[in-house]
């Protein structure tokens, strides 16, 4: 479930100002209660921003890439704290090659999701788009700080280093792991082959 990060102390602040001008319009005459300010309900705009981001992903599927990238904006402005939003948003703009804004909406994305790994393997894909390897392989190992066995980040971690012509016992442990979740055939012919260049320079 998404909570809104709002302090603690504040949010008593607000809550309580309203019964301080009741007071008050008790004391003086002519006070319109009207004029009070109230506060919106956050479920309320988080329900919202739900809505419109699955919005988004009905128009992504549709194709209709530039609608679905302005639904998922809107969401975020109804309810900032929208992991998913911001997440489809960096995808959407990374097709579209808007790197730097990619990054952003991928870098608050991960921050909303301080344990998914999704963010910091999508950030990597920012960086390896422009062919910045190193910046790609430190958040490919970002993403599997968050979680070893998340298998998209190993095979691009995997890949960095084979163009990087970087093999180290980190990239024999993730060649390992990797080869014991991999599927995919032509993936586990790559990976057999990074083995035996990695073993052959770690002189394993």
């Known amino acids: 479930m998404i909570t809104s990060r709002h302090n603690v ?7 309580t100002a309203p019964l301080v001008l009741l007071a008050l319009c008790g004391l003086l005459s002519g006070c319109n209660t009207s004029d009070i300010p109230t506060m919106e309900d956050p479920l309320v705009a988080r329900v919202d921003a739900q809505s419109l981001a699955s919005s988004a992903v009905e128009r992504d599927r549709a194709g209709k890439q530039d609608e679905a990238i302005a639904l998922n904006r809107q969401a975020i402005a109804r309810y900032r704290d929208l992991p998913q939003a911001w997440y489809n948003l960096g995808v ?11 990054a952003e ?7 909303l999701m301080p344990t998914d790994p999704r963010p910091m393997k999508a ?3 920012v960086w390896a788009k422009q062919s910045y390897y190193d910046e790609a ?15 998209p ?7 960095v280093d084979h163009i990087r012509d970087k093999r180290t016992e980190v990239s024999a442990e993730r060649i390992q792991r990797a080869l014991m979740l991999e599927t995919d ?8 082959r990074q083995k035996q260049i990695t073993d052959r320079l770690l002189k394993r």
């Open 9 to 15: 102390n504040r949010s008593l602040a607000v809550t």
């Open 92 to 102: 959407l703009l990374l097709e579209k090659d808007q790197a730097l804004e990619a």
């Open 153 to 159: 980040a190993l095979r691009e971690s995997i890949r």
């Open 137 to 151: 392989a430190k958040y490919y190992a970002q993403a599997l700080e968050r979680s070893e066995n998340y298998l």
């Open 123 to 125: 950030l990597g894909d």
């Open 105 to 111: 909406a991928f870098r608050v994305a991960s921050e």
């Open 185 to 192: 055939t032509i993936w586990r012919e790559f990976f057999l």
